[in-house]
């Protein structure tokens, strides 16, 4: 601090610059969230408080009510949201203030950065929820006094959100944070009661904590409900009430796809409310993979990384309340708690079921749902063995002559002899459609299921089956096709003859490393080859790994089927026997180049590609 009792001021962090810039200077149409965002921090505070109070009463000093009071006045033009809650030190306040600690906000101002104009920033504003920063929307200046929960010193962070704030010492006050907005011109409709109380019903009714509205003359009043909606009965609770909550939550302005409401009693008793989201969370991919699921204790909130539900549920949203643990539970005890770990069975059981009834009850529903969140479902097939059956029932997959069945439908459609789950694994729908692998399967009436989410390629690896079958790639050793018949027999043409013999022979001996074997297909009927995988890997997971840095895996050699049946390889076989091997050498070459090309991948020498294209036109066309 400086002699005349001023600091000097700091400078925010580049990011919150970045985002206040956006909030002073974007119109965004629903500017009322930034009252939301003020009191979901201090409804966080007040938490934070009655949690920590547990163990240290004294916390609570003379004054044991926790509630939130909004003050407008119009004279100063100013708004004023308090709390007595844990208040923040001089540091924290530079801390929590100047920079952005949540990894949420981080990537919004990464995305509204992507974004080319101001304009797209609104819609993000509200997809986001950029908390603290939002009071910029609203007023010119603000000022946050805070006092922490056992301390005495007062400290005020002021800020015009253009770059720089100041921390300094304030006199002192009551326990908490005051958060005085001086409003700007054209947001001073946020002065009026009627306001107030809207916007409080729409976006914080829900809030456990009370929030009053301090009138211009009288008794400040109650303006929410402060009733727990989690602990209402599941029919009292109306769908406005659900939407209001999970936007809170979410910040997502759509309603939940699902609502998951009920009371567990027996050997523990709890209340659950949880959300299956409407619209794709921002941080669905956030490397993290936490949970987004409260834990509280009769009505105390404990915490919200509690992982109260697997990582591949990670984007289910809200709130189990436990009426029998402890509350002197401390953080570091949830994780090997036996309660929360019987919880956490029993819950992640009943969203499991609740997304199987969905799917056969509302199957539109049900399809937007797994259109988001399937590919985060499916690491549980491999993470979650103990639950594989259940999520084998809640998954969709589609087939080369279906979309959106089970696997259970799949087995309903076997042909006879069948004695495998045929699937292909593809970067995306168009290539596996495209696949020359599926040719013999097609021809065979065989329907083939379609992974096209890269998560496929790992769990198919691990799953060991589904009713008693196998699954077994396409695109994978050999194709035991044999026992199954053709629909048009003639078609089928794979006898090893001399000639397809030299051809192998001749083929080989061009590509040398560039493959490790060539051999006669089963599963072609129509093109002149295709290349597939021998080893333990499908050649979709082999890219997937390669492209990882410390994998340690690489993409190997693949073996190169060819067609005997097809009309360009017997014109090759009559070569190899009129002129010799060498007379194929260029077309072996071409042949595997065009195989990868089927598969997606690259031509691995397109030099020596194009000049072996172009020597065979000049042949065609001289
Ligand atoms: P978030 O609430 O998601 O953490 P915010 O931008 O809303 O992000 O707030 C940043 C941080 O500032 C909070 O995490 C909290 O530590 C602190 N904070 C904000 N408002 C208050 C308050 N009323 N009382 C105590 N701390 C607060
Ligand atoms: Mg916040």
New binding site residues.
């Given amino acids: 601090m400086s002699k005349d009792g001023k600091s000097k001021p700091q400078e925010f962090q580049a990011e919150v610059g970045k985002l206040l810039h956006m909030m002073v200077h974007s119109v965004y149409s629903d500017r009322d969230v930034f009252l939301r965002?003020?009191i979901?921090?201090?409804s966080?505070?007040?938490d934070?408080l009655r949690y920590e109070a547990i163990a240290k009463p004294d916390l609570l000093e003379q004054d044991p009510k926790l509630e939130i009071t909004i003050t407008p006045d119009k004279k100063a033009k100013t708004l004023t949201?308090a709390?007595s809650?844990?208040?923040?030190s001089a540091k924290?306040?530079t801390?929590?203030?100047g920079t952005?600690?949540?990894s949420?906000?981080q990537n919004f101002v990464a995305k509204a950065q992507g974004k080319s104009k101001d304009k797209d920033a609104p819609q993000l504003i509200g997809q986001f929820?950029?908390?603290?920063?939002?009071a910029f929307m609203v007023a010119g200046e603000v000022e946050?006094f805070?006092r922490k929960a056992g301390a005495k010193a007062c400290n005020v962070w002021r800020s015009n959100g253009e770059g720089t704030f100041t921390v300094d010492e304030a006199e002192g006050q009551a326990r908490?944070?005051k958060?005085v907005l001086h409003l700007r011109d054209d947001a001073s409709d946020y002065l009026e009661a009627w306001k107030i109380e809207e916007v409080v019903k729409t976006y914080s009714d829900h809030i456990t904590h009370p929030i009053m509205l301090a009138g211009e003359d009288g008794e400040p009043k109650q303006i929410n409900s402060a009733s727990a909606i989690w602990m209402q009965p599941k029919g009292k609770v109306k769908p406005e009430q659900h939407k209001e909550f999970f936007g809170a939550l979410s910040h997502s302005a759509e309603a939940p796809a699902l609502t998951i409401h009920y009371r567990a009693e027996g050997k523990q008793e709890y209340n659950v409310l949880l959300y299956v989201p409407g619209d794709r969370p921002f941080d669905l991919y956030d490397p993290e993979r936490k949970g987004k699921q409260k834990l509280y204790v009769k009505r105390v909130f404990i915490a919200d990384d509690a992982a109260l539900l697997p990582p591949y549920l990670r984007f289910v949203r809200g709130v189990i309340d436990s009426s029998d643990m402890p509350l002197n539970l401390s953080r570091e005890m949830l994780q090997n708690n036996p309660d929360v770990a019987a919880i956490r069975k029993a819950v992640t059981n009943r969203v499991l079921q609740e997304l199987k009834k969905l799917g056969e009850n509302d199957s539109a529903a049900f399809a937007k749902v797994w259109d988001v969140f399937g590919p985060v479902i499916k690491e549980g097939l491999y993470e979650d063995w103990e639950r594989r059956d259940a999520l084998f029932e809640v998954a969709r997959f589609n087939t080369t002559k279906r979309t959106a069945i089970t696997l259970k439908d799949y087995i309903g459609g076997l042909k006879e002899n069948q004695t495998a789950i045929y699937y292909l694994t593809a970067e995306d729908a168009a290539k596996a459609a495209s696949s020359p692998q599926l040719e013999g399967y097609k021809s065979r009436d065989i329907e083939v299921l379609l992974f096209t989410d890269p998560v496929d390629a790992f769990w198919v690896r691990t799953a060991m089956g589904f009713e008693g079958k196998p699954f077994k790639s396409v695109a994978q050793g050999a194709a035991d096709l044999d026992l199954i018949k053709p629909i048009d027999e003639k078609k089928e043409e794979t006898a090893d003859t001399p000639e397809t013999a030299a051809l192998i022979a001749a083929v080989k001996q061009a590509l040398g490393t560039r493959v490790s074997d060539v051999r006669t297909s089963k599963r072609l009927t129509d093109s002149a080859c295709c290349i597939i995988n021998d080893g333990q890997m499908d050649r979709t997971l082999e890219k997937l790994l390669s492209r990882q840095k410390d994998s340690g895996v690489s993409v190997s050699a693949p073996v190169l089927e060819i067609n005997p049946g097809n009309g360009l390889v017997k014109a090759l076989a009559t070569a190899v026997k009129t002129k010799g091997a060498s007379a194929v050498e260029d077309a072996a070459h071409l042949l595997l180049d065009q195989a990868f090309v089927l598969e997606g991948e690259q031509v691995a020498d397109p030099a020596s590609f194009a000049k072996r294209l172009d020597a065979m036109m000049a042949k065609a066309f001289s």
Avoid: H, P, Q
Wanted: hydrophobic share 45%; glycine share 16%; charged share 20%.
């Fill in positions: 965002e003020l979901s921090n201090a966080d505070a007040l934070k949201i709390d809650g844990v208040g923040m924290e306040l801390d929590n203030l952005i600690a949540r949420g906000t929820g950029v908390g603290f920063y939002a946050v805070s908490g944070t958060i």
